[in-house]
């Protein structure tokens, strides 16, 4: 992890990385081409480790350093689950790497806790005000998917209410001592933050005592872009089971919905699909679906009744080059079939190592889901009178001007060789 760091010191380093988009703002003296090694080295033993292959030792890849593959675990979200497989044998690593990889499970598996702690609380609130929830997300995939919740980091809180009963649980979240921080009206869906938690701990890994928030949906619909909106549904339309006997009135989505939705919701980054979202899925699939020769017909039924084909096409096909064969090659046939030829070719350029961006989706990323004359309106409209209700317009031009401004600098240059890809929010 290396030393602790002034908060002041993270505030700069990330505002700068918003201004300008460069690695060494967030991580001075980590050189691009090492970040990026590391990267795929990770992706490498991810997919040997998932297709139940026997991975190479992780030493420091050719062209890299200890620090970068820290760091590469941290943007990517994998390290605790790294640091998993090597206190399970599962993985032998050299002794600095497995210390490493340690310290991101030991922060991984303290702020599960601390989450658990925090979310049932919250339940037993929006319990005893009638508020039914579903528990969303990274929460639920960690605990009911992965070896142990401390595998799977969480930077947030995934809560979905009723539409009607969004205001409500936005009191609740109030009376605790929330504070409603961003919103996205499109979707639904808005931020609340305690206002003492502070800045974040680290930049090199997920820290126990970092910051954390809420995320309250009164829908599932996702933004694509400035135009273009995902419709998955509300709270009714989606298929669910009991979280726990001790909190009745807590639920989580069955497997069709829930590989839907994990689906939809990665592919909204696309190409800034981070690593953990895919393991999310092949974990999902591995449990749910290779088990019962009927899942994915059911899959499918769910996918055709709410017309997402194009918006779970994206991230399932890096699934499916990730870990070969976990995904049935006739539920992707008949979703290529069901999404626009312009998402699949933008698809077919993409790989599990492409898709692992800091930033920002690319400009070709956001424009592919400009599929009809409709779809291309709404974005030069969108463009020319921003939608946002709770920002300036002339705060959202100068943000679009960065971007442009980003994105043209880096058109062209092969993703081994820019610092300008892919995300460090690990939800």
């Known amino acids: 992890m290396g030393p602790m760091i002034d908060s002041k010191i993270i505030r700069n380093r990330l505002d700068s990385w918003t201004r300008k988009r460069n690695l060494a703002d967030l991580w001075p003296g980590l050189r691009s081409e090492h970040y990026w090694s590391a990267v795929a080295r990770l992706v490498r033993l991810t997919a040997d480790v998932l297709g139940n292959r026997q991975p190479e030792r992780l030493i420091t890849p050719h062209g890299s350093t200890v620090r970068a593959l820290g760091i590469a675990g941290f943007v990517s979200g994998v390290g605790p689950l790294i640091g998993y497989w090597i206190e399970q044998g599962v993985v032998q690593a050299d002794d600095e790497i497995a210390a490493l990889f340690g310290e991101h499970l030991e922060h991984g598996r303290r702020r599960a806790a601390l989450l658990s702690v925090e979310l049932t609380r919250l339940l037993r609130q929006f319990e005893g005000h009638q508020l039914g929830v579903t528990v969303l997300k990274g929460v639920h995939v960690g605990r009911d998917y992965y070896p142990e919740p401390g595998a799977r980091p969480s930077t947030d809180i995934d809560l979905l209410v009723d539409a009607g009963k969004a205001e409500e649980a936005a009191a609740v979240l109030s009376r605790l001592g929330f504070v409603k921080g961003i919103t996205d ?243």
């Open 185 to 427: 009206r499109l979707s639904h869906r808005g931020d609340w933050h305690l206002p003492d938690l502070g800045d974040p701990r680290s930049l090199e890994l997920t820290h126990a005592e970092s910051p954390w928030s809420i995320d309250l949906h009164a829908t599932l619909d996702r933004r694509f872009n400035y135009s273009v909106v995902g419709a998955f549904g509300e709270l009714a339309s989606v298929a669910r089971a009991n979280l726990s006997d001790e909190l009745p009135g807590v639920q989580v989505m069955k497997s069709a919905s829930l590989l839907a939705y994990l689906a939809f919701h990665a592919s909204s980054g696309f190409d800034c699909v981070r690593l953990i979202l895919l393991v999310d899925m092949v974990l999902v699939i591995r449990r749910d679906f290779a088990p019962d020769p009927d899942a994915w017909a059911g899959f499918e039924r769910e996918i055709r009744t709410r017309g997402i084909a194009r918006f779970v096409y994206p991230a399932l096909s890096v699934v499916a080059q990730l870990v070969p064969g976990i995904v049935s090659t006739e539920t992707m046939a008949r979703l290529g079939s069901w999404t626009p030829r312009r998402i699949r070719n933008r698809v077919a350029r993409a790989t599990p190592l492409s898709t692992q961006r800091l930033g920002d989706p690319t400009v070709s990323a956001r424009l592919m889901w400009l599929t009809s004359a409709k779809d291309i309106l709404r974005w030069v409209v969108g463009m020319v009178w921003p939608r946002y209700p709770d920002r300036t317009r002339a705060s959202i031009f100068i943000n679009r001007w960065r971007l442009l401004q980003s994105a043209l600098r880096r058109s062209g240059t092969p993703i081994e060789s820019t610092g300008s890809r892919g995300s460090t929010d690990p939800e």
